[in-house]
């Protein structure tokens, strides 16, 4: 399937105005909402502007915007085999190897979060992602044996493996493959936005698959409003509203893509220094930050470190973080909501 890149994980709702069909609208007289969406990356895209100087139409949008996704694709896609990254992941070399400025910067971020997040948020856990049976490869998720498990850990380990630089990337060991399902949605969200700043708008919203960027106001004139969904596979209801304005926001959780067995519950969060799913109750995590490239990162760094330890960090360096949990000790599903100091002192 070359036309896909990640799996969806809309956590969210759009809440803003004039959404029920994707054709322009009027603001008055000095002002035309667009909309555009599509598919890409192997999830559905929507994007809303506003154009206060009616110089744009929805078919150029729709041009420029999937023109630049697919040279999204065409650097960061796992799922081409004719990608920058996977070219390199085919390589067994270990020679240093130039890279273009888009793969630069998602790596060179993908590094701080992974220094940052205690080395959770990790892009070369892709083959045990795929051991697990969650990744790319057409597998059953099943559990898979010790043994590999710590084979597929011997190729993993983003400090360990790899060395990262402005302009260059390097293989530490040879089998080491980087897979970038957990921030590539974000970049690319991140250079639609771009795309539309270089048209003159500044109010806007761009969505990728659940990652999103919101600018200035929505039609209405108000911070564009984000319903967080309630992490629970059989019932897609509103959890909490928030107020989002010129901010990324990523929602990460562990509730649509698992297995059971014996009684156990496995999901696809895998924990980097174990190699097996995470087993903490935190069931998601929503991130507001100055990008959808680091909210897509952080999501699943803090669902990987779950609400005690991503708590400690989030609050550290200032970050809007909101966790909710299973109750353990309810006799019905019941969950608890945690934000950090950020995200309550942003949505009061």
């Known amino acids: 399937m070359p036309d896909n890149f990640l799996i969806s994980r809309r956590n969210f709702m759009i809440m803003p105005a004039c959404l029920a069909a994707l054709s322009a609208c009027k603001l008055g007289s000095s002002a035309s909402v667009l909309k555009v969406a599509g598919y890409t990356m192997g999830t559905n895209y929507s994007i809303v502007a506003v154009d206060h100087t009616q110089s744009l ?60 997040s205690d080395g ?29 498990i710590e084979a597929a850990l011997r190729t993993s380990g983003q400090s360990r493996t790899l060395s990262i630089s402005d302009q260059s990337l390097q293989k530490r060991v040879p089998g080491t493959e980087i897979y970038l399902s957990a921030i590539g949605k974000g970049y690319g969200v991140d250079v639609i936005a771009r795309k539309l700043e270089s048209y003159g708008i500044k109010d806007f919203m761009v969505e990728i698959g659940g990652d999103l960027y919101t600018a200035g106001l929505n039609p209405d004139g108000a911070p564009w409003q984000i319903g967080i969904e309630t992490p629970d596979a059989h019932d897609r209801t509103m959890h909490e509203v928030v107020g989002l304005s010129n901010m990324g926001m990523a929602t990460s959780g562990d509730y649509r893509n698992y297995f059971e067995k014996d009684g156990v519950r496995y999901s696809h969060i895998i924990d980097a220094q174990t190699g097996r799913p995470i087993t903490h109750t935190t069931a998601s995590v929503t991130v507001l930050t100055e990008n959808a490239m680091l909210a897509d990162a952080w999501a699943t760094a803090m669902l990987v470190l779950g609400k005690e330890r991503g708590l400690e960090i989030a609050n550290n360096r200032n970050m809007a973080v909101l966790f909710i949990e299973r109750d353990s000790n309810a006799t019905h599903t019941k969950f608890i909501t945690t934000p950090s100091t950020r995200f309550s002192e942003m949505q009061a």
């Open 57 to 116: 139409t929805e078919e150029k949008l729709r041009t420029d915007i999937d023109n630049a996704l697919l040279n999204v694709n065409a650097q960061l896609s796992n799922w081409d085999a004719t990608s920058e990254i996977s070219r390199f992941n085919a390589s067994t070399s270990t020679d240093s190897a130039s890279i273009s400025p888009a793969l630069a910067e998602v790596m060179n971020a993908a590094d701080t979060v992974h220094v940052a």
């Open 120 to 148: 959770q948020f990790d892009v070369t856990l892709g083959p045990l992602i795929d051991l697990w049976g969650f990744g790319a490869a057409d597998n059953s998720a099943h559990e898979p044996s010790a043994e590999a």
